[in-house]
Every structure is written in C-alpha cells, then in structure tokens.
C-alpha cells in the first residue's frame, strides 16, 4: 500500500472518528525521531508503543533500536492494525485496547518497560483507559520517562502538568500540522484523582 493510501484511509478515520484520532495525517519522520529520544541503540531495551496507527513510529524504533531488545506494540482499531503489521511484519503488535496492557505484558513475561512511547490522544480517551496505562507504567518503567505524542503544540501541556511534576515540550515545525512530543516523569502519587487524571470522566 502507497504512503497517499496509507493517509487517505487516515484521514477518512479522523474525519469518522474526530478526537479519538490523535491526528490529522500520520506522524512524519522528524516527529518519530523526536518520539525516540530514549531509544539506545547501544544496547538491549524493553519498548512498548501505544496506537500503532499506519506503523511509522513503529517502523523508525524497529530499525533504530538494538537487535537484541523487546518491541511490543498495541493497536485496537483493525484496518489500522493490518496496515501497522503490513509495514512491519517482524513486530509484535497485538490487535487490543491499551487498556488490557497489564495482560498482554504478562501473557509476554515482561515486568520492566525501559520505553513507553504513546500515540494516543489521551485528553479525549476514558480516563479509566488512562488510568490503566499510567499505573501499569509506574510499575514497569525504568526509565522514568513516559513519551506522548500531540499535534495540537503546547494545547494540552496544562494536561500533562496536572499529572506529571515535570513535563519537557519539544516543538517539531517538520509535520503535517507542526507537532511535538512531552516527555513526563515524575507522576504525582495521587493521580488517579478526577483533577489530575487525562481523559474524560465516566458519566
């Protein structure tokens, strides 16, 4: 499948889907790289990526990180998991919800993540979603540092502050709309309350 494919389905899903596509068009290449700024190449570490989508970070981390380390991908949405796997057919990347991320790291005997890198829009998600995913990365995480992607620059930076002490903004001009990435560390111990946690309150 061409890349003008690949954007034109995207596209069509963001239209369907309005938010709950983190994006208008597919990272680009220079918003992946910014995505990767804790990937070693020099050595073994354990990844997982959020949201897939069409495969383009995934594909970068693929072919930037050590032979020797673990890649787990997480895509629930089916054309785009079919797309994602296409592009890279050596990646394990399961076909769920994010938020059965504690069972799919068990079923794969992984109990420390040196990378979590999220594509998702987490501001319109369930925060019971959210929750599931940032308490599974307190628990496994080495590193300290959880990566998430956005296309509104600086918009949801008040978001990412309410739940992490420490929040770096990097601005990338080279995407379709400019984007940049937040690296958070620090989650505050009570995040799971309604004012810090990302996301939408249940009903």
């Known amino acids: 499948m061409t890349r003008l494919a690949e954007r034109t389905i995207w596209i069509r899903k963001f239209l369907r889907h309005g938010r709950k596509i983190a994006s208008l068009t597919p990272s680009s290449r220079w918003l992946c ?3 990767c700024r804790d990937i070693d190449s020099s050595r073994p570490q354990t990844i997982i990526e959020l949201g897939a989508g069409t495969g383009p970070l995934t594909e970068m981390i693929s072919q930037i990180m050590h032979p020797e380390g673990r890649f787990m991908s997480v895509e629930i949405d089916p054309e785009l998991h079919k797309m994602a796997t296409t592009r890279c057919p050596d990646v394990d990347i399961a076909k769920a919800s994010v938020e059965a991320l504690p069972e799919l790291l068990a079923e794969r005997g992984i109990d420390k993540v040196d990378v979590m890198l999220s594509c998702l829009p987490m501001p319109s998600m369930p925060q019971s979603v959210n929750q599931a995913v940032l308490e599974t990365w307190k628990r496994t995480t080495t590193s300290g540092v959880y990566t998430q992607i956005t296309q509104v ?3 949801y930076l008040p978001v ?3 739940a992490f002490q420490t929040v770096d903004f990097r601005f990338v001009t080279m995407n379709p709309p ?3 990435v937040y690296h958070c560390s620090d989650l505050f111990d009570d995040f799971q309350t309604t004012e810090r946690l990302p996301g939408k309150s249940a009903a």
């Open 33 to 35: 790289k910014a995505m």
């Open 153 to 155: 620059p600086w918009w």
């Open 160 to 162: 990412y502050r309410r």
């Open 178 to 180: 400019p984007g940049g």
